[in-house]
C-alpha cells in the first residue's frame, strides 16, 4: 500500500478539526489523550484512537454494549445511543473523520459529488470512499477472535450475516452553531457527529461518519439489520476496531456482493408488487361477482 496522502480539500477540513472550529457541545470532556502525540511510529489521534501511517490503518478501542435486538448504529459515542448500537467508543468523532482523511480516504465533502442519505432512514446509498473494518477481542479461552464487522450483523432477510459489502467513508455533517440564549449564529461550526454521537450507521444517516451501504430499512415492519448474537461477544467485552482501505481484490468483491444484494432487492420488491397488483385484481373480481 502507498503512503497515504492527504488531498487538499480534505487537508482544510482536517485542518478545520484540528484547529477546533467545530463543536459538540459545551459540556463535552477534553479529551483524555493529547491528540497529536506521538508513540514511535504511532499518533494518537484520541483517547483509544491511533493511527499506524506506515502500515495504513486505524484502531480504535470500545466495548460491547448491546448482543440482541434491532440496529440502528454499529457504532457510537459513549453516552451516545448504545441501546441500539452494537459497540461504543470513547474518542470524539472529530478524530475519527481525521484519522479516516490522514488515510487518504475521501469522504462526499471531498467527491463533491452531492447525493447520500438526507435524513436518518433515507434509502439514498451513502456516498464516499469505501473502507474494510474488522473487530479483534479476546475469546473466553484467551485466544484473539477477528471478524469482519459485517459478521456482528444478522440480515434478516436471509438468515446470515449481513454482506460483506464493507463501509462507506460519509464524512457526516456541518452546521451553523447559535447561541442558545439569543439563537444567533456564532460564526463557528457543529461537527454533528460529535453532537449525536453517531459514528457507524447501519440504518442511514446523514450525520454518520461511516455508513453501511445496503438500505437497513426505515421502521420496525421493514427493519432488516440485528445484532448476530452467534457472533457478538458479550456486552461489556472490549474490542479493537481495524478500520483501512480494501484492497483493490477486496473492493471489487465487495461491489460484487453489493450489486448482488442489490439485485435481490429489486427482484423482491417486484415479486411484492406482482403479488399485492394480484390480491387487488383478485378483490375487485369477486366484490364484482357479489354485486352481479
Known sequence: MSTPRVLLGSAVVATALLAGCCHASAQEPPPADAAGASEGDTVVLD????????????????VICL??????????????????????FPFRAQQLQLGLILLGLRDKHELGTGGGPKYQGDP????????????????????????????????????????????????????????PGTG???????????????YIAIQHDPTAVLDYPLDAGANWAAARFFCNDKVI????????????????????EMEKLEQE????????AKDE???LAKEAAERAAREAGAGS
Open 47 to 62: 483517547r483509544g484512537l491511533r493511527l499506524f501511517a506506515k502500515e495504513g490503518r486505524l484502531e480504535a478501542q470500545g
Open 233 to 252: 461477544p458479550p456486552a461489556g467485552t472490549k474490542v479493537k476496531l481495524i478500520a483501512r482501505a480494501p484492497t483493490a481484490e477486496e473492493t471489487a
Open 273 to 275: 408488487a406482482a403479488r
Open 124 to 179: 439514498a446509498r451513502p456516498v464516499g470512499d469505501r473502507v474494510l473494518l474488522l473487530i479483534e477481542w479476546t475469546g473466553p479461552d484467551g485466544k484473539t477472535e477477528s471478524r469482519r464487522a459485517e459478521d456482528l450483523v444478522l440480515d434478516r432477510k436471509t438468515g446470515q450475516s449481513a454482506p460483506r459489502v464493507g463501509w462507506v467513508f460519509a464524512g457526516s455533517e456541518f452546521a451553523d452553531e447559535k447561541d
Open 67 to 88: 448482543q440482541r435486538g434491532l440496529l440502528e448504529l454499529y457504532g457510537c459515542g459513549q453516552g451516545g445511543k448504545d441501546h441500539e448500537s452494537i459497540m461504543a
Open 184 to 198: 444567533e449564529p456564532t460564526g463557528r461550526k457543529l461537527y454533528l457527529a460529535n453532537r449525536y454521537k453517531v
Open 261 to 268: 444484494a442489490v439485485e435481490a432487492a429489486a427482484k423482491e
